[in-house]
């Protein structure tokens, strides 16, 4: 492809050679538009990390042939997710009418980067194409992709050049972890559930969710899984010591509740603000001091996002009832209180626009995004089930399940 100078080949990256070249090129890519504040990655050593959890997975790099440099790379993997639901007459379960997911093959396309001195020679292009020729060779009925709406290369590149659909937008919420813990309300009861409870806790109520993966055990069993916790209204009857398992509970759940998981994404990746002028670090620097000493305050400090710094992911949010968005904020105290003992900076989720909870969850502004542009284009020919149909053209749900492997 290109002229003469920029001849590339694509092929599968090499561990044992590649690293440090591969490295290089993600130092120097910067996610977002250029000129303000950056977020950039770093992979701890590992460029297949964010990947390596799913099911299936692989890594293409762009060489150039001339000087066997990497100028760019791009990641996929490929697992099954609900992609809507349907009625079955023959269901196992109590109810006959209870909706059974409908499951699809979806490749999911990340950490699509193209070194800055090589950009706009086609390169991006001819690594999303290569991406999806090995998609469509293991059967996958959708590809899709998450980026930020003012991304314009990237949105232009799916959308213009390789045929992608504006599909949802759901909302990343980020809250700082403070030097401070935060106080859990006391009329909530929390409790850790077993992975296997989680599991069919998860099974019977989100299954149904658009993009829950059907493994969900593998998730869960994870070791960057760090615990599924359920709140409950203090009083009624449920509590750690009495916990009946999830079949049980949920034959008889109290008025309210709420659960959600934690995932390690520290031992995964690091990010790193940049841009930032002096006068802001040290002005971040100084609630961070001021948190330290004085913790009782409670002042809501700036954490270290100016050097490298890790998170933990908040997935699987639910709940059920009129109070459930103030347990799933009980949740989210306990969770910001295991970031801060993992010496995380940040704790994230991501929801669905319309997520009913969105309410009970705490976030900064200004750490957050709105509006997580999430593209999709169907690649296969049959659907997998015809009570669906094309699934890029449906409505949104109300909720959306985002898979801690990929965020
Ligand atoms: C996005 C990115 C991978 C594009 O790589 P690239 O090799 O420059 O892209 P291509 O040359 O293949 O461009 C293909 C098309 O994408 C669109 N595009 C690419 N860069 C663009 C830009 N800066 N502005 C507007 N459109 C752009 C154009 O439609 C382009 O076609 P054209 O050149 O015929 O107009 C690259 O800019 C990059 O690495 N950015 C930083 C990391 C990032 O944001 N990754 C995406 C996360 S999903």
Known sequence: MGGDECVIVVREFDPRKDLASVEEVEKRCE?????????????????????RHSPAFLMLVAELSSTKEIVGMIRGCIKTVTCGKKHSRNSRTNDPMEPLPVYTKVAYILGLRVSPSHRRLGIGLTLVRRMEDWFVQNGTEYSYL?????????????????????????????????????????????????????????????????????????????????????????????????????????????????????WNCKDVFKLEVRGASRVRKTLAKTTRIVDKLLPF??????????????????????????????????????????????????????????????????????????????????LGEDYSDGSVGDWTKSPPGVSIFVDPREF
């Open 146 to 262: 998450a980026t930020e709406n003012d991304n314009q290369a990237s949105v232009n590149l799916f959308t213009d050049k390789c045929g992608y659909s504006k599909f949802r937008t759901p909302s990343i919420l980020v809250n700082p972890v403070f030097a401070h813990r935060l106080p859990v309300s006391n009329r909530v009861t929390l409790i850790k559930l077993s992975p296997s409870d989680a599991e069919s806790l998860y099974r019977r109520r989100f299954s149904t969710t658009e993009f829950f993966p059907r493994d969900i055990d593998s998730v869960l069993n994870n070791s960057l899984s760090l615990g599924t916790f359920l709140a409950v209204p203090r009083g009624c009857c449920y509590t750690q010591r009495s916990w009946p398992g999830s079949d049980k509970f949920l034959s008889a759940p109290p008025e309210s509740w709420a659960v959600l998981s934690v």
């Open 31 to 51: 996610v977002g538009p250029s000129g303000k504040l950056s977020l950039f990655t770093d992979l701890l050593g590992d460029p297949i990390c964010r990947v």
């Open 297 to 378: 305050l409670r002042l809501p400090s700036i954490p270290e996002v100016f050097r490298p710094f890790g998170l933990h992911f908040l997935y699987g949010l639910g709940g059920e009832g009129p109070f459930a968005a103030r347990l799933v904020n009980a949740l989210c105290a306990h969770a910001h209180n295991l970031a801060k003992e993992g010496g995380c900076s940040v704790v994230a989720t991501e929801v669905a626009s319309g997520e009913p909870l969105k309410v009970g969850v705490p976030y900064w502004k200004r750490l957050s995004c709105d509006e997580d542009l999430w593209c999709i284009k169907r």
